[in-house]
């Protein structure tokens, strides 16, 4: 098993870069023992493989366009089951976890975006009496959370509730789509764990934040593609929503105390109302969080531990002997200023060099 050395690194650990050292890639593990390892690297600032908890998977050129900005995880939000299998634990690339496909109301304006998508057939879910079987269907075929698109008109209050539960009593985690405030609304009302998109018809406001805190609820605001949204609009000459109330409710939702995550909604879909690219749209994203009131470290955790931490990876996210060995090494302090996570000098995925 090879055995390469980086001399000479800051690593980032608890918030904060330490003293240059030695860090020990053993095979697809960080190891301990430098003795006889290859020096491959040295000097700079070393950190976790970054994590995009929102894609749409294509093909392995997704894996490796995210995997030449350093986003080592990738987290799909609705694939057809023979694609994410065919893109599970490749070697050298991003790694993935996936939903399957994102359960969607056959009355919903998505449904209608998807229609010319055979996959898509396998999303709709007609009502709550359907939602028990539908979820037991995706956990069978190795679903690792659900994701339920609250698009509105679409899914009732009913329906959302029953797929929340039989999510949970599987031990599935629950990702809303909801990109409006009553979509909102009916995440909170059914008990989802986590809401991607932040809404851009208005924002969410304190005392909602602070309910939705309580509740132990997340999110990923996707800004990238709530910008992309508005500018591709505006550039059509077409009135649409504003960006403004998608910034505010990151401000509101840190002030109350989320726990906020990167992502970016990257994909290739003709249909999608926007298409930010793989792998340096999370870099977007960023900087895009921090204009919203993150600081750089917040943001950089929301792409690492914090991601890692919510999704289960309990094997990533961090710097440590025994971790998988996902790394991205940096020629400047993303600490200072966050757009120095751009500054990539090498990535490893599970200990195999990319870049």
């Known amino acids: 098993m090879t055995r390469t050395v980086l001399r ?72 057809p089951p023979p694609l994410v299998d065919a893109l599970r634990g490749l070697s050298g690339v991003t790694d993935i976890r996936s939903p399957l496909m994102a359960a969607t109301s056959p009355a919903s304006a998505h449904a209608e975006r998807l229609k010319a998508i055979p996959a898509a057939q396998q999303a709709l879910v007609a009502g709550a009496a359907d939602a028990d079987a539908w979820v037991a269907h995706h956990a069978a075929q190795g679903a690792d959370y659900i994701k339920i698109v609250i698009d509105l008109p679409g899914f009732d209050q009913e329906t959302v509730d029953a797929l929340v539960t039989a999510s949970h009593a599987r031990g599935l985690q629950v990702v809303a789509h909801a990109s409006r405030r009553d979509a909102v ?40 593609m709530m910008q992309g949204i508005v500018d591709r609009l505006a550039a059509a000459g077409i009135p649409g929503p504003r960006y403004a109330p998608a910034r505010e409710s990151v401000a509101a939702l840190r002030a109350a105390g989320m726990t906020i995550l990167a992502g970016t909604d990257a994909n290739a879909t003709p249909a999608a109302p926007a298409s930010p690219p793989f792998g340096v749209s999370l870099h977007d994203e960023l900087g895009l969080l921090v204009r919203a009131g993150l600081t750089p470290v917040e943001a950089l955790n929301a792409a690492t531990s914090l991601a890692a931490r919510q999704f289960g990876l309990d094997d990533r996210g961090r710097i440590a002997p025994g971790l998988r060995a996902d790394l991205v090494l940096l020629d400047s302090d993303p600490t200072a200023d966050i757009a120095n996570t751009r500054s990539i000098t090498c990535v490893w995925c599970a200990g195999v060099r990319r870049v």
């Not at 000097?43 to 749409?56: A, F, M, N, T, V």
């Open 185 to 224: 609304d009916m995440a909170q009302r059914a008990g989802v764990d986590i809401l991607t998109h932040a809404p851009l018809d208005a924002p969410i406001e304190a005392a909602q934040a602070s309910e939705l805190v309580a509740a132990g609820t997340v999110i990923v605001p996707t800004l990238t």
């Open 8 to 79: 000479g690194v800051r690593v980032y650990r608890d918030d904060a870069f330490g003293v240059p050292e030695d860090v020990v890639i053993d095979g697809d593990v960080i190891g301990t023992d430098a003795d006889g390892a290859e020096e491959v690297a040295s000097g700079g600032y070393l950190i976790p493989g970054l994590i995009d908890c929102h894609i749409h998977l294509s093909g392995r050129e997704t894996l490796e366009a995210l995997s030449a900005y350093g986003v080592t995880t990738g987290l799909d939000m609705s694939s």
